[in-house]
């Protein structure tokens, strides 16, 4: 008895420092309007709560795909911050119960740069705030590469409720009969998706001035791996925070504003290779980030990485006062052409960074007036161009005008520029506007072979005796007009330098870094080596707090092992029974999305006391997939009546507050129905083939009865691991916490876990009676 008294009381003091260990803080930071931060793995943690507090909030939690784990250390993002102040919180959960918490320091969060013509009339496009924080009601969905084709949602207007995958839920809105803010967000590197169109997700409303859409990545590694985005017949929509990477669609740009769009933002975004297209000019993909037939458009602090085509602007619109466009902030980052390359257009181009530009930067032509402002231009080869002029066509060899072999980017008639405070070094030519300093030979007129009219002051407009020498273009003065012009603080090129240097792009630069040499400053081939990198990147991500499985893990559906294929009939014991109390929305066996609460009351069931609910709500959706025919049970607040969708049939929720329905091997959803219903538990019992009975995590019968029989020791475990069973194994897997497989092996009734780290495991065991899981401790 005194020895096991003994044993009882190391096994609790055991218990005590695991619990008592609190997360240790490795970095945080503040981003704009948004904040990080990474912490190592704490022993027993089954998963992490995470909190912030400042600017009048006071411990919100944060939901939880915004955690994911890196294998060494886990990060979490706070996204649509005000700036100011804030502290983040990150607490351990054990046992369904919360442990010791560590606070970061004080966090401060940046307002971003909203200015452009994006924002004229008023407009904010995204699904966000002026002030960062998210619009009224509105809708928020995640993304991962195991959720990309089985998120789903109820869109009002839509042809099929609920749209399933992230195309499908776009299509939803392409009506704009949906007005409901919504806010896709990405996490991790995500490849091709089973529908898209012509290899692209295209974001529509149908031009509806109420619908708002932003689609953003989280924290510093979101890619859009091998896809394209396009946009059309939209409005009011943001795009941010992404890497875009490998891109093959039938379009072939990585963002392209395609038609019939007003109001869209495109910032923080990171641009690289897409596929080789078949055209000479190709060879880094087609366009990177393109705008045709649009207008109130800002594209700002995006990072260019040698791409070749950077920014085509216009096609075949005409000439017309009501094309706006706005391009600050970013970064050429040894990119070729097109900074852009502007038809039609009325484009204010100021403090962007031309870093190494092989090419040429700003081109000019067709009707295109362009203001060109604090610009920092280094090792730039012709930084300013008007088609069929100036530098254009000028031959260095023969010190003459060659308009057949000569023109640089275009042989379309002449645009008009105005040029202030821009920055120059490195370049080979730039002739201003009746400069007659050393460049020119004789014969040459400064008055028409220019590339640029420069001007002393900000405001001063270009005289109507200016014109391209084809086309005789005259500049329309737009950013001289008060009726058209936006309100805005332009940096000095230097200032402008640094500070695209710094923000330019993902969340401090993006998981993916380059430095290129002085020898890209003048090559516009295909970096290789670049090229490979990016062919081969691969997510350093594991696993998504609420996601099921980490990125990289298998999606062959021939692999019996693989957690993602719905014929697998295993799933993990224990977390088909889900108490909301005690997890939130964090579970391995249902996708839930919605917002929980815990105002609604409190229920009893089964003996628990159940404090927290999931709200059942528009937004709300719960999935989940079986191999097998099973019991699902639903726990709600009998006080709240209403009903309920499951697979979309409706129930009743009455005062007993308990739905109970037996369901087919496959898919299934659980959405909201009418009235205000609270969900606080729920089960899902599977159908054991041999015994006839269930099997609702440890609680089935034959679970049980094999579980009586199978002993797994020592646990904690330091190297192997053996599991004593009467029943024949016939394979063992190891799998974290978010269900992905680490390891597997065929018979034995050992397993080596000694190259694990420290942690808390689950050891699935097949056997001829069934499947068993247990939870072990690795030390």
């Known amino acids: 008895m005194m020895k096991k008294l003994q044993f009882l009381f190391v096994m609790m003091a055991m218990c005590s420092l695991v619990v008592a260990q609190a997360p240790q803080i490795s970095q945080a930071g ?77 966090i401060t969060v ?118 394209g985005i396009r946009v059309k017949n939209a409005c009011n929509i943001e795009i941010r925070n992404l890497a875009t990477m490998n891109c093959n669609s039938d379009e072939g740009d990585n963002i392209g504003l395609q038609q019939n769009n007003e109001y869209v933002w495109v910032h923080h975004c990171d641009f690289f290779y897409g596929d080789a297209g078949g055209d000479a000019d190709q060879a880094k993909g087609d366009g990177a ?128 520029i105005k040029a202030f405070n821009n920055y120059m070094t490195g370049q080979a030519r730039f002739v201003a506007y009746g400069d007659d300093n050393y460049y020119y030979p004789s014969g040459v007129n400064s008055t028409t072979d220019f590339d640029a009219f420069v001007v002393d002051a900000r405001d001063a407009s270009v005289p109507a005796t200016v014109k391209s020498a084809y086309g005789a273009n005259v500049y329309n003065n737009f950013d001289t007009n008060a009726s058209i012009m936006y309100a805005y603080t332009a940096d000095s090129p230097e200032e402008a330098k640094n500070k695209v240097m710094a923000y330019a792009g993902r969340v401090n630069g993006g998981d993916f870094k380059w430095t290129f040499t002085e020898a890209d400053d003048v090559s516009y081939a295909v970096n290789t080596a670049l090229k490979a990198a990016l062919t081969g990147y691969q997510t350093s991500l594991v696993a998504v707090q609420g996601d099921g499985q980490g990125n990289g893990g298998s999606t062959d559906p021939s692999d019996p092992t693989d957690p993602t294929d719905p014929t697998d009939p295993t799933p993990v014991a224990g977390d088909m029974v889900h108490n909301f109390t005690l997890s939130g929305k964090t579970s391995t066996f249902y996708t839930i999305t919605g917002s929980t609460s815990d105002s609604k009351g409190t229920v009893n069931y089964g003996g628990l006391v159940l404090t927290q609910c999931l709200k059942m709500e528009s937004a709300t959706n719960i999935s989940f997939t079986t191999g097998k025919e099973g019991t699902l049970t639903l726990v709600f607040n009998g006080a709240n009546t209403g009903t309920i969708k499951i697979d979309g049939t409706v129930y009743d929720v009455t ?107 689950l050891v699935v065991v097949h056997t001829d009676r069934g499947v068993v899981t247990h939870k072990v401790s690795k030390r």
């Not at 091997?665 to 129905?673: D, Q």
């Not at 009235?675 to 019968?701: H, K, Q, R, V, W």
């Not at 199978?710 to 799998?735: G, H, K």
């Open 110 to 227: 940046m307002a971003h740069d909203r200015a452009g013509f994006a924002f004229s009339n008023g407009r904010v496009p995204g699904a966000y705030n002026a002030d960062g924080t998210p619009k009224a009601n509105a809708v928020v969905i995640y993304i991962t590469q195991n959720t990309k084709n089985t998120v789903s949602m109820d869109v009002t207007g839509a042809t099929t409720n609920p749209c399933v995958g992230l195309q499908t839920i776009l299509d939803g809105y392409k009506k704009g009969k949906d007005t409901r803010p919504l806010i896709v967000r990405l996490v991790g590197q995500i490849t091709d998706l089973s529908y898209m169109l012509g290899g692209d997700i295209v974001i529509e409303n149908n031009n509806n001035a109420s619908s708002y859409i932003t689609l953003e990545g989280v924290g510093d590694d979101a890619v859009a791996d091998g896809w």
């Open 30 to 106: 503040g981003w704009f309007e948004s904040a990080w931060v990474k912490w190592a793995p704490v022993d027993g943690a089954e998963s992490y709560h995470v909190y912030y507090s400042g600017e009048g909030i006071a411990d919100r939690k944060i939901d939880d795909m915004l955690i994911r784990s890196y294998g060494t250390y886990f990060r979490a993002d706070v996204l649509g911050l005000k700036a100011g102040s804030y502290t983040l919180k990150v607490v351990p959960v054990m046992g369904g119960v919360e442990g010791v918490a560590t606070v970061t320091d004080a």
């Open 655 to 761: 005062s007993t507050g308990i739905i109970t329905q037996t369901l087919a091997a496959g898919s299934h959803t659980i959405l909201k129905g009418s009235g205000s219903t609270f969900l606080y538990y729920m089960s899902m019992a599977i159908a054991d083939d041999e015994n006839g009975g269930t099997e609702p995590g440890n609680s089935s019968s034959m679970a049980e009865n094999t579980a009586a029989q199978m002993v797994c020791f020592p646990n904690p475990v330091a190297d192997v691991l053996t599991l004593d069973t009467r029943a024949s194994i016939e394979r063992i897997e190891v799998r974290n916490l978010a269900g992905m497989v680490l390891m597997q092996q065929g018979s034995g009734n050992t397993i080596d876990m000694s190259h694990l780290g420290r942690g808390i495991y």
């Open 289 to 416: 980030l393109d705008c045709k037939k649009s207008t109130r458009v800002t594209f700002s602090y995006n990072h260019f990485y040698d791409t070749g085509k950077s920014n085509l602007l216009g096609l075949s619109e005409g000439a017309s006062d009501d094309l706006l466009i706005t391009y600050h902030h970013n970064w050429y980052d040894h990119s070729d052409s097109r900074h852009p390359r502007v038809r039609f257009y009325s484009a204010h181009v100021y403090n962007n960074y031309y870093d190494g530009i092989a090419k040429y930067g700003v081109g000019a032509c067709l009707g295109s007036s362009v203001f060109v402002e604090g610009n920092y231009f280094r090792n730039c080869k012709y930084p300013i161009l008007t088609s069929m002029q100036g530098s254009d066509v000028f031959n260095t060899s023969t010190s003459a005008n060659d308009y057949k072999n000569m023109p640089t980017f275009s042989s379309e008639d002449g645009g008009s």
